[in-house]
């Protein structure tokens, strides 16, 4: 009789200990177990990060703010953006704290691999870890203007800054991932061409023209890199034009689903049809035009933007940059004087006669439009018009709608970020 | 045995019963007293001659007169609160004295308590019991439907009437701000895991209750207030619901056999009136032309729009809704046996259930195995089993919250669209043929189930010592498993390539090792007993999920077949608490009685120095009837207070307090890994202090009572996803921040009424709680989505809207920023608090609650000789509800069915209206931002349940071999009386207390109705 008592008792106090209450989490581990010896691994979770944490409309919010689609059953882009463009639009919102939660991840990274001794490992990560923190900054400093600049993290609440300082910063980590990188594996990682194509790219915005022309050149001049068909560049894994894409691999269990949003369900590719090409992008392609049936596409009455097939849940890799935007640069940058050969150096690639303009607006007016042909769907658009002050009379909206405003949340949870961008 | 052997007899007494009792009898006969055993008389006791319909009722002093009888006989004498007494009769027999002993089931009411029971005379606390009987169960598939209304102080809602649906169960409010505000279940002492049933978020959830055998419940006690509650410490704060299931007794064993079966038919179709294709056609086409003059479209215009026709004019229209529902079968057979001797008592269960819901493609499978067993093995030691193997089949049917859900993706299509080709083929959606999904489509070409199998087991010993000691071991396990399965094949429009499959599977087991020793004496006037105990209970959960696609044709469902794997997923997650707890009482010849409980728990889901939560309480009880001075013994009196403390852990991560980097972040399918969570250190208990103090009084000797409570609760540490900056690096931060206040009243009143042969049964609940977020991160309101917000000094779930202020009348008073937004005369007007004429988040204003002022039940059991007829209300007032459904067919213009009466009230001109906006072609969200013009009364009144019964005679049964026999015909929610204009206003797209009363397509709850015999020997 005792001895049972006692043994319960015993039982009691043995099971009581307090290791029965600690656990391993199983899929992750603490931080401070995690060294220099991860950085592989941590390099590859930024890269994932970086592509996932925005969400999928980040990868179209140009062409949905920028004319080139309308909602499905719409024919009318202004609803469109005047749906989007609101504080408490979720597109917004996705668009600006993905950025700002895959750059938490982008400097975790990149204060873990300053970590590392000097050698090829540490530059490649570095160099990344700086390109992808230019790629964040130019989307939030071209969509919203000032805005909280870091470059460790930190829990404390940001004010924005100056967009000059945004801009000095991501000049200063081109400039580092140019210096640090070298050649890359295939375009799904990040290359020393890709930060130059990016630099190029924000040099345009600064207007520092002649500057990206030169870097557009070095790129063209590269043997490696030749304009190729569409096909290969949207429906091939290989191609000769793209610097970077994101792979966005089904394998990865990627969620940036684009395609999904772009096809019906009596389209064989079968998606949601969320949105649709603009009327005006189904009439903007010339005859004999190469890079129409890759780029849109017409079945039973319904349009569908043609360059992401993979369908509902699938996935296709995004281009982040490629070639052709360095021919238009260079033809944008060269003025109607020196820029029309590598205007006419694309038109001939997809199909078109050599156009001559005689003005240099008309000139500028062929670039905007070929560029509106050449990237229609590769989120280029909304920032180009914006950029050459075309918004406003080519979309009709209003001057403040140039700047998108801030997610209404993130005024919440950071009383330092108010103002609003005016008239939200 | 034929059937009219037992038709005959029912035939005449449904005849004498329908023509009146015969009042014509011969002078002279019996006369008596009833009296109770203290000697007071029995007024309104009923006196019956046995076995015929002879009866007499008790005056006010006792008496009562039988006419002369021409054999011996007998009469039985009833009375409420007391034993039935029979007693044998001579026919010259002139008096009688009968003396009724009291039926110890009202004396000595037994209520189940935590880790114990307890007299109901000793009971300090607010605690609600319900037992399950004939005449209250309904067609429900978990214990809490059962509740519904039943229970003052405690609400029940569902996401829809899908079978086995996600519920919500409040008691006494909302305390807590995370998704789980669940009351913690305890069967046969086996506190739940009551995660979701389902694994795949079909559009709404499934409840993991719905496994359970309803028909094995012996009583369910709902500890409503923290004194009662606190011994479960930790996970108390939100009540605890203790389901006790059915045990052998000593004597002859007894086999129960019971079926019954009916149809499910979706309720009152016509609540809800869509325009038909000649309206629909003139306003969308009236849409089409506002559209063209704003914008400026010419005809050839690319971007000019056409207007459209019926392309079957002069046909009848789709009857959709008619395409998805039918009459649902469903059958359910239970059968029991039970009995013991002295030493051993056993019970044994069985049922099985098969039901088919209102949508074609929704139906259950059931099959439940009980057996309890306990033995006195020597006279200090005895041992025993509580085991159930439990099943549950549910064929899904997508909610409202999923693209291809069937309701909504019905009757929002143009009303002339077909969903077949001449040819047989589906039209397929999204496309100009067919707008929307084609639901024909979506449920013919998936296949959704999600099978559960769940034991609860525990094995115990009790050892007794010494007189009044008494030491429990015991070993429990609750186990379940769960398959979800979806596969849409090539043919629907989820299908990928070829088919796709997305399987998911979940093993989830808790193991709970429990001792507890209690003592009881009595020491002269004094009664005492104490509890102490210990226990630790681990639970861990296992789950992987695949996602398979691109199948050699639909006939191949299975995951090996297929040629693509997208995805696949695993993880395991475990959790513990340990914990001390115990309980002491003493009571002064029963009048004043002291409770108080202490329970110390430690969980591993927070840092360590954080770990250990303490959770006290204290009751009083002071049974005023009991006291010297109280002269009225027919009338009971008990005032109860109590103060107790509880916490709350559930709804947060299982590793929430640590900072984590995490795996499974690959690309280019290399792995990667990454930072995952920050992590907070100070992470910590939830706590909630109550304070309740009521009282019951009955009259008249128990036929009429009242229960009332009136009660606060402080929830303190609110744990709550405090949303961040993303410049973090996250958007939210799992923290302890904020304080709420639940207060509120409940009340009980019972009946129990005699007139004449007449047995009327009544209960009535009412219960009023007020919520109060009373500190949160500052006073600013945090906007959850669209139609919530939340804000210190408003209820949780408050909604947070636009305020609709009618329809602009001219474009002059259309201010300029809206104006250049496209908005003209003839759209709606929004509230611009701010008058910067913009509208913006900053014109959302806290527009109204979800919650009712007052809600509740009434229930009403008629007996006459054998006939039964029940009668069930459930009511709610002052609740709102947000339609959200109706945001879909009143814009007009869009490419989407349209309700009637907006389609034909619409915006003409000045003065037209003021609540129908125009029709605008290219719905730009103008006239449908989510307003106060969706926001409506949901107050309602639900006739929930008639039953009408009959239970045969003992002469009757007697003469069949059998012990008794019931047949019954049940009708549910057979009517609603709503100014609400939807189908069903109880149907919430969520079950988040802070994001209830929003309505959209759920199915509604279906109307019942059903056939049942019930048969014991």
Known sequence: MKKILYTILTLAVVTSCSKMLDFHPHSAVAPETVTEKDVPQLRVGMYWEVQELPQRTSYIIEDLLGGNCTAKNSTSTIALINNILNAQSEIVADAWQGAYKALYQVNNVYSIAERLPEGDLRNKVLGEACFFRAYIYLQLVTRWGDVPLLTRNTVDDVPREKAEKVWEQILRDLDSAIALLGDSADIYYVSRDAATALKARALMFLGRKAEAAVLAESLIAIPRYKLDSFENIFRNATNTETFFAFKCANEDKSNISISTLFYSYNHPNKGSYVYMPAPDVMTMFEEGDLRKEISITTLDGLNFINKYPSGQTGTDPFIVTRLAEMYLISAEAGGVERGIGRLNDLRNARGLESVYPMTEKAFQDAVMLERRREFVGENLRFTDLVRTGRAVNELGIQEYQQLLPIPEAELQNNSLLAPQNPNY | ?1017
């Open chain 2, 1 to 1017: 045995m034929k059937l009219t052997t037992f038709l005959k007899p029912a035939a005449a007494l449904l005849l004498v019963f329908l023509i009146g009792i015969p009042h014509a009898y011969a002078q002279g006969g019996l006369t008596g007293t009833v009296k109770d055993d203290l000697g007071a008389p029995c007024p309104g006791a009923t006196v019956q001659v046995k076995g015929t319909s002879v009866y007499a009722v008790a005056d006010l002093d006792g008496v009562f007169t039988i006419p002369a009888q021409n054999d011996d006989y007998v009469i039985t004498v009833s009375f409420i609160g007391f034993k039935d007494q029979e007693a044998a009769c001579a026919p010259d027999q002139q008096s009688i004295n009968i003396v009724l002993e009291p039926d110890s089931q009202y004396l000595d009411e037994v209520v189940v308590v935590g880790y114990g029971s307890q007299r109901r005379e000793l009971v300090t606390n607010a605690i609600s019991k319900f037992k399950p009987n004939d005449d209250n169960i309904r067609q429900a598939l978990s214990p809490s439907e059962l509740l519904q209304g039943r229970v003052a102080g405690m609400t029940v809602g569902t996401q829809s009437g899908n079978l086995g649906t996600a519920e919500r169960v409040s008691i006494r409010g909302s305390a807590s701000l995370k998704a789980s505000n669940e009351p913690l279940y305890v069967v046969d002492g086996i506190p739940l895991n009551n995660e979701s049933g389902s694994l795949y978020s079909y559009g709404e959830d499934l409840s993991s209750l719905t496994v359970l055998n309803l028909s094995d419940i012996e009583s369910i006690e709902i500890l409503k207030d923290a004194a009662s509650a606190a011994i479960y410490g930790s996970r108390a704060t939100n009540g605890v619901i203790l389901i006790t299931t059915k045990q052998g007794r000593e004597g002859k064993g007894e086999t129960k056999i019971s079926y019954n079966g009916g149809v499910n038919t979706f309720p009152r179709k016509n609540r809800v009136k869509y325009a038909d294709s000649d309206t629909w056609v003139k306003v969308y086409n009236a849409g089409v032309d506002n559209y063209n003059a704003q914008m400026g479209y010419t005809p050839d215009n690319p971007s000019y729009v056409k207007h459209v026709m019926n392309p079957y004019q002069g046909l009848p229209d789709t009857d959709w809704l008619g395409l998805i529902t039918r009459p649902g079968m469903f059958h359910n057979v239970d059968v029991s046996f039970a009995g013991g001797t002295k030493k051993t008592k056993y019970y044994i269960g069985g049922a099985f259930r098969s039901e088919e819901g209102v949508i074609k493609t929704n139906d259950i499978l059931k099959a439940n195995l009980k057996v309890n067993v306990s033995s006195d093995l020597t006279k200090w030691l005895s041992a025993g089993a509580n085991l159930s193997g439990n099943f549950i089949q549910t064929n899904r049917v997508p909610g409202a919250n999923l693209g291809s859900t069937v309701l909504a993706r019905a009757v929002e299509q143009r009303p002339f669209d077909r969903p077949y080709k001449p040819s047989g083929a589906y039209y397929l959606g999204g496309t100009d043929e067919l707008t929307r999904h084609n639901p024909a489509q979506l449920m013919t070409e998936s296949t959704s189930y999600v099978r559960n199998y769940r034991f609860l087991g525990s094995v115990f010993t009790d050892i007794h010592p010494l007189k009044g000691l008494n030491l429990k071991v015991s070993y429990s396990t609750d186990a379940s498993y769960t398959l979800d399965y979806i596969y849409y094949n090539a043919n629907h429009p989820y299908c990928e390539d070829n088919g796709r499959i997305i399987e998911k599977n979940r093993f989830f087991i808790s193991h709970l090792v429990e001792t507890v020793a209690s003592y009881q004496r009595t020491f002269g006037d004094f009664d005492f007993n104490a509890m102490a105990g210990y226990s630790y209970q681990k639970t861990s959960a296992r789950n992987n999920s695949i996602d398979a696609q691109n199948f050699p044709s639909p006939s191949y469902d299975t995951v090996g077949t297929a040629a693509v794997f997208a995805g696949a997923t695993g993880g395991i997650s475990e959790y513990a608490i340990t914990s001390f707890f115990a309980r002491a009482g003493v009571a002064w010849k029963d009048r004043y009685v002291l409770n108080a409980t202490f329970r110390a728990d430690g969980s591993s889901r927070f840092a360590p120095k954080h770990r250990w939560g303490f959770f006290p309480s204290v009751s009083l009880g002071w049974n005023i009837s009991k006291e010297g001075f109280w002269d009225r013994s027919d009338i009971d009196f008990k005032v109860r207070a109590s103060y107790g403390k509880t916490g709350n852990q559930d709804g947060i991560n299982n590793y929430a307090w640590r900072a984590l980097i995490g795996g499974g972040a690959n690309y280019d399918s290399v792995s990667g890994i990454y930072a995952s969570s920050n992590g907070n250190e100070n992470l910590t208990w939830e706590t909630a202090d109550q304070y309740d103090a009521g009282f019951d009084i009955s009259f008249w000797k128990g036929r009429f009572g009242i229960i009332f409570d009136a009660y606060l609760k402080n929830t303190y540490n609110l744990l709550y996803e405090k949303p961040t900056a993303s410049t973090t690096g996250f958007t939210s931060i799992m923290t302890n921040i904020g304080t709420m206040r639940n207060y509120g009243v409940e009340l009980t009143l019972d009946g129990h009424i005699d007139i004449g042969p007449l047995k009327w049964d009544t209960s009535f609940n009412l219960s009023h709680n007020k919520n109060r977020l009373t500190s949160l991160l500052d006073d600013n309101i945090i906007s959850l989505n669209d139609y919530h917000a939340l804000q210190v000094g408003q209820e949780v779930g408050a909604f947070y809207l636009y305020k609709f202020d009618g329809i602009y009348q001219y474009d002059g008073e259309v201010p300029e920023p809206q104006y250049e937004l496209g908005y003209r005369a003839g759209d709606v007007k929004y509230h611009d608090f701010d008058g910067n004429g913009i509208i913006n988040d900053k014109d959302r204003f806290i527009a109204g609650s979800p919650n009712p002022i007052i809600s509740g039940g009434w229930s009403n059991t008629f007996k006459i000789k054998g006939f039964e007829l029940g009668i069930f209300f459930t009511y709610s007032y002052g609740n709102k509800v947000y339609a959200l459904w109706m945001a879909g067919p009143t814009r007009l213009g869009n490419y989407q069915a349209i309700l009637d009466e907006w389609g034909k009230h619409y915006w003409t001109g000045p003065g037209s209206t003021n609540t129908y906006p125009r029709p605008i072609y290219s719905y730009h969200g103008q006239n449908a931002k989510s307003a106060t013009n969706y926001l409506l009364d949901g107050s309602n009144i639900r006739l929930s349940s008639v039953t009408f019964a009959y239970n045969f005679p003992s002469n009757l049964t007697e003469k069949m071999k059998i012990k008794g026999l019931r047949l019954y015909l049940q009708g549910e929610n057979l009517a609603l009386i709503s100014r609400y204009p939807g189908w069903d206003p109880d149907s919430s797209t969520s079950v988040d207390p802070s994001l209830i009363g929003v309505n959209s397509y759920g199915v509604p709850r279906a109307t019942v109705y059903k056939l049942g015999a019930t048969i014991s020997f």
